[in-house]
């Protein structure tokens, strides 16, 4: 069974800092990566996606992630936050695609003036 | 706005009571997934149909079946509530191929059994 960690619950930072929110996952096999922002009183986006090939993925409004077998990790960054950017974003894995998504518990990410 | 509608947005009801969530899916999709949000449990995904057929279980309670009908949209009826089942419940479509096919969530029904 795969499962996901995310070990920051919440993570404060100013506007155009940068910020990583870490996701570490857990699998015996080739799983699928996802990350996933919730703004508030809204249903889950995707943001970006990890299935194959280039490592390094990126989401159109500027946040990428890297695949990292090694150390089985899938971190979310991005070089300068808006405070737009305040959000709940989960990190998901799967062996199937979208099918039978193990979300983690989320990060909370605060981007203050 | 995601193309995926829910309803009702908003539901409260008692113990013992069964309901039907609702879901029409984008355009063209032909997967419909279920999931529920919850304090307790976080995100959990709970079913996937794909053009009327079940592809997938996951953490779903005996006490809930879902559907997906002809036109595709699909339903979630939740009986014999409990406390335990306020929660919000999304409901998502895809579509599209291999790394083409992305997902899109409806806005969530917030259920809450008193």
């Known amino acids: 069974a795969q499962s996901v960690t995310q070990l920051d619950s919440q993570v404060p930072v100013f506007e155009e800092a940068p910020v990583e929110l870490r996701c570490n996952y857990s699998?015996?096999?080739?799983?699928?990566l996802f990350w996933y922002v919730q703004y508030p009183n809204q249903g889950l986006q995707l943001l970006l996606k990890?299935?194959?090939?280039?490592?390094l993925v990126k989401s159109i409004n500027g946040f990428e992630a890297e695949f990292n077998k090694s150390q089985t990790s899938f971190h979310l960054r991005k070089p300068s936050v808006h405070i737009s950017d305040t959000a709940e974003y989960f990190c998901?894995?799967?062996?199937?695609?979208?099918?039978?998504?193990?979300f983690g518990t989320g990060t909370r990410l605060l981007v203050s003036p | 706005d995601s193309g995926v509608t829910q309803t009702p947005k908003h539901l409260i009801t008692a113990t013992g009571q069964r309901v039907t969530l609702r879901c029409s899916p984008r355009?063209?999709?032909?997967?419909v997934y279920w999931y529920q949000q919850s304090l307790d449990q976080g995100l959990q995904f709970l079913i996937h149909?794909?053009?009327?057929?079940?592809?997938a279980k996951g953490n779903i309670l005996e006490r809930f079946s879902a559907q997906q009908f002809p036109d595709l949209h699909s339903e979630l009826n939740l009986s014999s509530l409990e406390l335990g089942d306020s929660a919000l419940y999304f409901c998502?479509?895809?579509?599209?191929?291999?790394?083409?096919?992305?997902?899109?969530f409806g806005p969530g029904t917030r259920l809450l059994v008193l």
């Open positions: 998502a479509s895809s579509g599209g191929q291999g790394w083409q096919e992305t997902q899109y």
């Open positions: 149909y794909y053009n009327g057929e079940e592809r």
């Open positions: 990890y299935l194959s090939g280039s490592t």
């Open positions: 355009s063209g999709d032909l997967s």
């Open positions: 699998s015996s096999v080739s799983v699928y």
């Open positions: 998901a894995v799967s062996r199937t695609g979208f099918q039978k998504l193990v």
